[in-house]
């Protein structure tokens, strides 16, 4: 037995799903619902995703926006890669969207001005650089570098960064908070 109806099912036109009933190709019902809030969207990827199909464009479109391949931007989309703080700077302005739900612990680390945290932190700590540098594990250049702004720290240094200071009981939030009230 044959069917008289097909259906399809869109989830990229113009900020709604929408499901079409054919019959002899000719739309019989076309239903729409309106896109959800992106209040669910817990992940970098899920956020971008609402909001590329909710602007209704496709990866292709926005990848060249913003001058990446359109494949890392699926890889960020589904949470499979972090997304460069670059990168997360120009989907933002492309997309009119906020920044800091793009950006992950690292990329959200570079982003706040963490020269000044971790200047602050070895004064208040009474450290020399060359001290500071030896507690994370890195040379003491590469410390100088991060402190005068001219080398922003690696993954796996940051990830070295929270280890010393968790070792030193150092509570990073009092210090970003202190620094939002000023």
Known sequence: ?????????TDSNLNHTGIYLYSKGKIMIHLTFDYKTDEKCTTPG??????RTFQGLSTRELAEKVGIVPATLVL????????????AVALANV???DRNRLLDEYTAFVDYPYFSLLKKVRQDLSLTQIQMAELIGIGQTSYSGWE????????KEYDKILAALKKLRVNVDTYLCQSASI
């Open 95 to 97: 997309l009119g969207i």
């Open 1 to 9: 037995m044959e069917s008289r109806y097909s259906y399809r099912l």
């Open 76 to 87: 960020y989309e589904n949470d499979r890669h972090p997304i460069k703080y670059s990168t």
């Open 46 to 51: 899920q956020y971008l995703k609402y909001h």
């Open 148 to 155: 005068r702004e001219i080398r922003v720290p690696r993954r």
